[in-house]
């Protein structure tokens, strides 16, 4: 038996990893997966940098960050596997919301007339002299600071000047809600939930509203493990794409929510976590549920199949953003990080349903279709932006060079 230890934070997204342990995919597999909570994305970014982790559940961005030399410190990252596409949802607080339902009946999927409500509130503050709304964000290379920035601009507010947006670790942002110190957040299950059952907040928009079917954690791998290490990785990604599919499973839900429930893992009661799996989102009220279509996806659709597009968007928003210039070496590296050659190889010998291709257009899916695929049908989508745009990855100089942002109010 191998072990391998891994950090992960309380997430329900975390659930390919702890079912991999809990339902014994791992162990199967020759792997004793040793599952290390974490308090922070920074902490797992830093203790898979300096070898207390093997791999480690973490936000998609962070690899590219590492391997792009924004992190700091110098180890080189990999994605192998995707670990689930969705799952982040936007919630305010209920003095914002009842602003913004002064403008709009409130649906958390129309994103658009969520967006140019909040842009009416944010305006109505701006000619009262009052404070910049302050939104939370789990991490500075984060889908979710991504979704919301790219959300807020296409709304017509411009990130860091009409609203400010501050860094918080995932299990505080309800109590920081609740405190008055953030309006808002953006956060992955159970934290929004979570919000609603304290009544201090209320969802506005989803993840599959702003972008449906996008990425947002990754396996990452400490890539001179990995290259020592192919086999055993190899085992490992077998194991978690078993987990997946279990995860994804119906029957199986209950049971996945009352293991997440334990206090060595999310440790937040299996009620609370049900909706994030379920896709029975708590909106509005607490009384008041939602459907919303694949709000977490931990199989179905490619769902943990890292693609190189879902990198390269990311990718274009930390040059949008200035966190990076945008260079010919560094898409070398940001294509380098994501490695659907990996997964294809760990998962040759199971029939896996998997892409051909390793990458795609972005938001050009508008329903659900069938595409290539190694061994049987697959389909993908929707996959579309809330404002119907379409990223191609091999556009993406001119992608970067038309995202321009509203003009400034001042």
């Not at 994305?41 to 300096?50: E, Q, S, Y």
């Not at 920035?149 to 942002?173: G, K, Q």
């Not at 379920?278 to 009220?285: F, G, K, P, V």
């Not at 590296?333 to 896996?352: E, K, M, N, Q």
Request: hydrophobic residues 45%.
């Amino acid at each position: 038996m191998i072990e391998i230890n891994a950090g992960f934070l309380p997430l329900t997204d975390s659930a390919i990893l702890i079912a991999a342990k809990e339902m014994g995919f791992a162990e199967n597999h020759g792997i004793d997966l040793n599952l290390m909570r974490e308090t922070s994305w920074a902490n797992i970014r830093d203790r898979l940098a300096v070898g207390q982790f093997e791999i480690a559940h973490c936000l998609a961005p962070i690899p590219l960050a590492a391997n792009l030399g924004l992190s700091p410190f110098s180890t080189k990252l990999i994605a192998p596997m995707a670990l689930g596409l969705g799952g982040n949802a936007i919630t305010v607080s209920n003095e914002l919301f009842d602003a913004i339902s002064e403008h709009t009946i409130v649906d958390p999927m129309n994103a658009k007339d969520v967006g140019l409500a909040l842009a009416k509130v944010v305006e109505t503050r701006r000619l009262h002299n009052q404070p910049c709304l302050q939104f939370g964000v789990v991490h500075p290379f984060s889908a979710h600071n991504f979704e919301l920035r790219y959300w807020l601009a296409a709304s017509n507010i411009i990130p860091d000047v009409d609203v400010s947006i501050t860094i918080l670790p995932p299990p505080i942002m309800a109590d920081a809600l609740n405190n008055g110190q953030i309006d808002g957040f953006c956060v992955g299950e159970p934290w929004n939930s979570v919000a609603l059952s304290k009544h201090c907040g209320k969802i506005i928009t989803v993840k599959p509203a702003i972008w449906a079917s996008s990425p947002e954690k990754v396996l990452a791998v400490d890539e001179v493990w990995a290259n020592n290490n192919p086999d055993i990785l190899h085992q490992l990604i077998k194991a978690l794409y078993e987990a997946a599919v279990w995860c994804g499973q119906s029957e199986n839900l209950s049971e996945l929510a009352n293991i997440l429930s334990q206090s060595n893992y999310l440790n937040v009661t299996a009620d609370i976590i049900m909706p994030g799996l379920d896709n029975s989102i708590l909106t509005a009220t607490a009384e008041q549920v939602e459907t919303i279509p694949r709000f977490f996806e931990p199989h179905a659709g490619a769902a943990t199949f890292p693609w190189q597009s879902h990198a390269f968007w990311l990718y274009s928003q930390m040059v949008r953003w200035g966190q990076i210039e945008h260079s010919s070496d560094n898409i070398k590296s940001v294509r380098s990080t994501f490695r659907p050659d990996i997964y294809r190889a760990a998962l040759s010998s199971l029939g896996a349903i998997i892409p051909t291709a390793n990458s795609k257009v972005e938001g050009a899916l508008s329903v659900r279709t069938p595409v290539g695929a190694a061994s049987q049908s697959l389909y993908l989508g929707p996959d579309g932006f809330f404002d119907g745009k379409a990223f191609d990855p091999d556009q993406i100089d001119s992608y970067i060079s038309e995202q321009a942002l509203p003009d400034s109010k001042a």
